[in-house]
């Protein structure tokens, strides 16, 4: 049976690329000629300052510690908006180099705070081409993450800083960066430091260890090495623009040629008021075997690691807590089925 056509796709004008609007010329003068100077909007309640260089914004940050760096302000815009908080002082920091330098290593790649999510994701990518693939566990981990964070628009604009130092509990990031052992550096007027990204780094709600005047510069993520195993998971209302509901990063390491754990690691998002580490399970872990026995145990520690009161914020918690189980179950029978084609 033949189908009705609902419209006639003959009719389509062809596109022609080359007849798009120009970019503006003036602008690219503007950008090639303007020597960089600090800029300042004032408004009604706000003042919005653009230092031009990262020497100028660390002076800015030491004398306004509670000034937020406003980045892609997916999250500063809508507290803004709908939970009426208000900034006297805003610092934009987008035009400060440093923040978006990009520095491979043998060990792995540093990635500028002020990075994308887009752009670290197509970073990765680029990666993933270049590299053996036992190295990029992590990054296919996180690639898979970001796929899947927000929609392109907030991804386009959203900062891995951003991300990071908002400390959110559903943050699908932070628990992947926390178990691929990945570290920040810092800076403020007083100088640098490096900082791990590991259960230490999120205090509470919103809240990371940096001091109010530190700014994060960039962020570390390693390649893996020769028996370790990246995997992340997350489960939201929808698959795509939604925040998750449960979301975690895990990471295993073997000794060589064997099934024994030298090293493991757990991280969740979505189960607390910051991104948390079921360290006691990975404590039940570390040193055995992964076999039946060790992971039936891990799942009984888990889920008495892991508790919720009935009266959790966010609500559906028997089914937040089956989630964490299930993901770990998922996580096993990845790791089994590695194994197995390693002839372990
Ligand atoms: C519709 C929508 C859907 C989303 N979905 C998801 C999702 O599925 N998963 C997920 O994980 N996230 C999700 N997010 C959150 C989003 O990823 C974060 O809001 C974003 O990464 C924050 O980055 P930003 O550059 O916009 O931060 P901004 O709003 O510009 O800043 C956020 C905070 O970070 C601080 N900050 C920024 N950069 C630095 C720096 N270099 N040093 C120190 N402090 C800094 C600022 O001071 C501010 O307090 C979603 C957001 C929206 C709006």
Known sequence: EE???????????????????IFPPELILMSESASPQSLTFQGERMRWVSPSSLQELL?????????????GNTNIGPDIKFKGTVHPLIISPTRVMELFEVTQTP??????????????????????????????????????????????????VASLGGNIMSAFPNSDLNPVLAAGSCRVSVISNGGRREVPLDQNFFVSFGKTILKP???????????????????????????????STVTTGMRVFFSEGSRVV?????????????????????????????????LS?????????????????GGKVEFRRSLTLSFLFKFNLEVLQRLRDMNV
């Open 3 to 21: 189908k009705p056509q609902l419209f006639n796709k003959e009719e389509f004008l062809p596109l022609d690329p080359t007849q798009e609007l």
């Open 59 to 71: 002076q800015l940050k030491t004398r306004n510690p509670a000034a937020p760096l406003v980045m």
């Open 107 to 156: 060990q792995g790649v540093w990635v500028g705070a002020g990075c994308s999510l887009s752009e670290l994701q197509s970073l990765l990518e680029k990666l993933l081409l270049q590299s053996p693939l036992e190295k990029t566990e992590l990054f296919r981990a996180l690639i898979q993450q970001l796929g899947n964070l927000g929609s392109q628009q907030i991804r386009n």
């Open 213 to 243: 005047e530190e700014i994060l510069l960039s962020v570390f993520i390693p390649f893996s090495r020769k028996g370790e195993f990246v995997r992340a998971f997350r489960q939201a209302p929808r698959k795509e623009s939604s925040f």
């Open 262 to 294: 030298q090293d493991v690691s757990i991280y969740y998002g979505g189960m607390g008021p910051t991104t948390v580490s079921a360290s006691k399970t990975c404590q039940a872990i570390t040193s055995r075997r992964w076999d039946e026995e060790t």
């Open 297 to 313: 145990r891990a799942y009984d520690i888990l889920l008495e690691e892991l508790v919720l009161p009935p009266s959790a914020p």
